[in-house]
């Protein structure tokens, strides 16, 4: 984490700078409403914010990733195929050694049927999610997961 120096009355205090949050959606998803309220949210809670916007493919998320290293990656679907895209994504994104302890955390409309079965879930957090946010469960749980992330802990089931 780097530093800020802001000189006071003659002495110069240290200032630890704000960690960054990257906010994006997937490739298919072409939404942006929800990355605009996802960037305030995460903003509100005390993180710099990148928002990468929609229709994000892949690679770009990786790259981003790979040269940022944020404190966590947040993804965020409304066209339905949150978990259908969510398990190629973070796959992906598991490969790399540098990214395997970085929090990712997906949410929205994962399912074009509706909410996820505990199964559906399970998968994505099997693959290498650290938190599922179903798009009924409001922004409580994310904003305690986020809290997690200031105390350290990496890995909370939502």
């Not at 005390?46 to 929609?54: I, K, R, T």
């Not at 969510?86 to 997906?106: D, K, N, S, Y």
Request: hydrophobic content about 45%; overall charge negative.
């Amino acid at each position: 984490m780097t530093e800020e120096l802001h000189s006071y009355a003659g002495g110069v205090v240290t200032e630890p700078s704000r960690r960054t949050v990257i906010v994006s959606s997937m490739a298919s998803d072409s939404h942006t409403w929800n990355l605009v309220y996802l960037e305030l949210l995460v903003g509100e809670l005390g993180f710099d914010v990148v928002n990468l916007g929609a229709c994000v493919p892949d690679e770009l998320l990786e790259t981003e990733c790979l040269s940022r290293r944020p404190a966590m990656l947040v993804l965020s679907s409304v066209n339905g195929h949150g978990h259908q895209d969510g398990l190629r994504v973070i796959q992906r994104l598991r490969t790399f050694p540098e990214l395997r302890a970085m929090p990712v955390v997906i949410g929205g409309k994962l399912g074009v049927g509706g909410a996820l079965s505990a199964e559906e879930t399970a998968q994505l957090l099997l693959a290498g999610f650290d938190a599922v946010f179903d798009d009924q469960q409001g922004a409580a749980s994310f904003r305690r997961f986020a809290a997690t992330l200031s105390a350290g802990v990496t890995q909370v089931e939502a």
